[in-house]
């Protein structure tokens, strides 16, 4: 095929091997910068890539976002575990005495320690000053739709 080129148009001559026949046919050229060629298989090489590199950081920017919540939700998986094994072993320590938690709450020692601990409390129970707590109403501050 023969090709002449003009400002705003490439003229393409193509003569058919079965007819004999020609055949002009006008392609519109980009001009999108000076490097792009007249072939069509590199039109279309300088087109679109700003485009293309701001859906590339998108993907970049989600993918990475994505991975860093995934490491959150690890590292929140085992500070988790790590909680519950604590209050475990708290749970499996021998009972204190509520004088001992009393005592130790007064000097504000090791406070921390007693959090989900076991608790024996010895006396008499005051029948005579029993009180049933039944269903309450909300406070009047919340909408009873609320509620």
């Known amino acids: 095929p023969l090709a002449a080129t003009t400002n705003a148009m490439t003229t393409l001559v193509a003569v058919s091997r079965r007819t004999k026949c020609a055949r002009i046919r006008l392609i519109r050229r980009r001009w999108l910068s000076s490097k792009t060629s007249a072939t069509a298989g590199e039109g279309k090489k300088g087109e679109g890539d700003l485009g293309r590199y701001v859906g590339i950081g998108v993907f970049l920017g989600l993918a990475g976002f994505t991975a860093n919540l995934g490491y959150w939700q690890m590292q929140r998986k085992q500070w988790k575990i790590d909680l519950i094994d604590d209050r475990k072993a708290k749970l499996a320590k021998e009972p204190a005495s509520f004088g001992e938690v009393l005592h130790a709450r007064a000097l504000e ?25 039944g269903p309450r109403s909300p406070p009047s501050s919340v909408d009873a739709r609320d509620a």
């Open 109 to 133: 020692d090791d406070w921390e320690e007693y959090d989900f601990r076991q608790v024996t409390i010895e006396g008499v129970l005051d029948y005579g000053r029993e009180l049933l707590v």
